[in-house]
């Protein structure tokens, strides 16, 4: 307990250096700005900086990523309120009742819960991962490949928890992630693999053209499709302050949400988004009175924005104790890690501690000026919410395409970018979940890697998964899971058969 | 069960899985499987088309007892444009730089606005094209080619 506490002051004083205070400043600016403009999310801005971060110390590197991926969720619910669109993907669920709440005229209230039940969450889950990440980089050691196959398995099931399709559709998309992945050089062996011959995918397919085709290209042509609809809350924001009453129901929402955020951030799969969508739900579910969710309740803006805060936020630890990246996001960072010669996984505690506890205590300081930056520069980012659409898109493709290009200074990736962005389209239109697909994309070298050194340790028996208790306990998980999301459709299906 | 229509958009998305299931397989033929031990490179490709056929084949089936939500008309135009767009970029980048890319991108990407107006265009492309020279060429560093004299030359 002391020598953690000794730790975490040793990162403050870290985080605390001038330089590091800025990046941390910038990093916590753009994570507000990409998060109130709808269509630019961490994913794209991290892929575009990341070249910039050769330059930086890896620990100011990482601060200042780390500022943009939480910050994104500050500035998300600022969309979400104010004009009924996911400024972030962990937002969708905040447009429900914050935006009715805007609607009522309760605005300022309602970005003053999200702001501060983030800040609350942001602290808490610092602290959460100061003290528990430690022992689990201890547990971690105890991982064989066999565990850490069945722990990303739990992480790909629980993404379809997330995804809004269905079950097998959303099964459909993570072969493709998994299959896409498999495209390039073999580790082991060298052989070039399902490339068409073509020079360039040697290497794989880029994970960021895919990301930003998938995700950014294809939002903004559906976003084309039919004349800008923006309805933002006009007016004046007024009286910023939440009434006791707000402060009283926010409570058990804000603590709730942060648990959940906490936990599931730490699942393979798991982070802002899928921490506020549980949230959302249960929060709904607890309530004496849940037809007041969706009108306006000062709950379901309070819990999923807790929630995202600390999914964020607790989304590092499987990337700082046992090397496996949470999400897309994070696996930038690993890949930011790995540029600086630093390699993720259970070691990274006690070889680089400097790393470790810095990034850590930023997130404390970087909450901190968040709140400072969200509320009163409300103004401003009302004001950018109001650029035209026709002025937006073509800049959000020009960054798009430099930060794709700039990776590898390789014009194949614009031309991945553009077939990305045709076949995300597809799956726009086709009712396909692509956040699946791109996580299990993330997944599948290591899952293969895993795969591999586990059936090589148990001489090609595959039981060995289910014989070995960690991994059988994962794996119980995931099935258990997997009955969740597929028995109400059973139920369902049997009612109207026998109708 | 009575024969309908299938829902379009399941029919779609689990033939694209079972195309590309067919592609992956052909593609890894040669691989060597080796054993479930020691697999080979091609053990786990030839596997997950397995999957990603079957899968493919069940979603299909899907779409014949499943009514799901309804088959949505594409974007045509914004689709072409935009993908143009990039393309005229991709295309450009190393022959004519940066700046001149960036023009093109913005251009062609605007075509797609309904509310599109020919001097806006104009400054926001030129603008665009400054800005990011300085910001991301200038101020960054990064190894891209600013314009068509320095690309030819062979300088980043």
């Known amino acids: ?56 110390p890896p620990v100011s590197a990482l601060i200042m990523l780390a500022g943009i991926y939480y910050g994104a969720q500050y500035g998300g619910s600022t969309t979400a309120i104010l004009v009924n669109l996911p400024g972030e993907n962990s937002s969708v669920v905040t447009c429900l009742d914050g935006y009715q709440m805007a609607r009522r005229g309760r605005a300022g209230p309602a970005l003053a819960v999200a702001a501060l039940s983030s800040l609350f969450a942001g602290i808490f889950a610092t602290l959460f991962i100061a003290f528990f990440a430690p022992p689990l980089a201890e547990l971690a050691l105890m991982f064989g490949p066999a565990e850490y196959f069945s722990l990303m398995l739990l992480g790909l099931i629980a993404a379809i928890v997330l995804a809004q399709g269905s079950l097998l559709s959303a099964l459909g998309m993570i072969a493709l992630g998994l299959f896409l992945s498999m495209v390039g050089t073999d580790i082991d062996s060298g052989a070039i693999r399902m490339t068409f011959g073509i020079t360039p995918l040697n290497d794989g397919i880029g994970f960021v053209p895919l990301a930003m085709g998938l995700f950014a290209v294809a939002e903004i042509v559906k976003n084309l499709e039919k004349p800008e609809e923006r309805s933002i809350v006009d007016g ?133 000026m968040l709140v400072v930056i969200n509320l009163p520069l409300i103004g401003l980012w009302v004001r950018l919410l109001r650029v035209p659409y026709r002025l937006f898109y073509p800049a959000l493709l020009v960054f798009c395409c430099i930060g794709v290009y700039s990776l590898s200074s390789a014009t194949f990736d614009v031309v991945l970018l553009v077939i990305f962005g045709i076949v995300g389209y597809a799956f726009l239109k086709w009712q396909c979940e692509p956040a699946p697909l791109l996580l299990a994309f993330v997944l599948g070298p290591l899952m293969e890697e895993n795969l591999k050194r586990a059936m090589l340790l148990a001489k090609g028996n595959p039981t060995t998964f289910v014989t070995r208790p960690i991994s059988l306990g994962l794996l119980v998980l995931a099935a258990i899971m997997l009955l969740i999301v597929v028995l109400p459709s059973i139920s369902q299906r049997r009612e109207t058969v026998f109708k | 069960m009575m024969r309908r229509s299938p829902t379009f958009n399941d029919l779609a998305t689990g033939l694209l899985l079972i195309a590309v299931a067919a592609l992956g397989f052909w593609l890894a033929m040669d691989l060597r499987i080796g054993t479930a031990q020691r697999m080979g490179p091609g053990y786990l490709p030839r596997a997950m088309c397995a999957v990603l056929g079957g899968l493919g084949a069940l979603i299909v089936v899907r779409s014949f007892i499943v009514s799901g939500a309804p088959r949505e008309p594409w974007a ?61 060429v200038k101020m960054l560093g990064l190894p891209i080619p600013l314009w068509p004299a320095a690309s030819l030359l062979g300088l980043s």
């Open chain 2, 76 to 136: 045509w135009m914004p689709l072409a444009l935009v993908s143009a767009s990039i393309a005229a970029f991709a295309l450009g980048i190393e022959k004519v730089g940066l700046f001149v890319s960036i023009v093109a991108l913005v251009v062609v990407a605007s075509l797609a606005a309904p509310d599109k107006r020919a001097g806006e265009v104009a400054i926001l492309s030129v603008g665009l094209a400054a800005f990011s020279s300085f910001v991301f």
């Open chain 1, 236 to 368: 004046q924001i007024t009286n910023l302050w939440p009434s006791r009453q707000d402060f009283r129901s926010s409570i058990g929402p804000v603590v709730r949400g942060t648990t959940i955020g906490s936990l599931l951030g730490l699942l393979p799969g798991g982070g802002a988004m899928l921490s506020s969508f549980a949230a959302y739900s249960v929060e709904k579910r607890l309530s004496a009175e849940p037809e007041r969710f969706g009108q306006g309740a000062v709950e379901g803006v309070a819990a999923p924005e807790s929630a995202n805060n600390a999914g964020a936020q607790t989304s590092f630890i499987p990337l700082l104790t046992l090397g496996i990246p949470a999400n897309p996001v994070i696996a930038l960072m690993a890949g930011a890690m790995m540029i600086h010669g630093v390699q993720p996984g259970p070691q990274v505690i006690t070889k680089n501690p400097e790393l470790f506890w810095g990034v850590i205590a930023s997130m404390l300081i970087g909450n901190l």
């Open chain 1, 1 to 56: 307990m002391l020598d953690i506490l000794a730790n975490f002051g040793h990162g403050l004083m870290i985080a605390a250096e001038p330089w590091n205070l800025v990046y941390c400043l910038i990093g916590a600016l753009i994570g507000t700005l990409i998060g109130v403009l709808p269509g630019l999310g961490p994913v794209a801005t991290v892929a575009m900086l990341l070249p910039i971060t050769y330059h930086l």
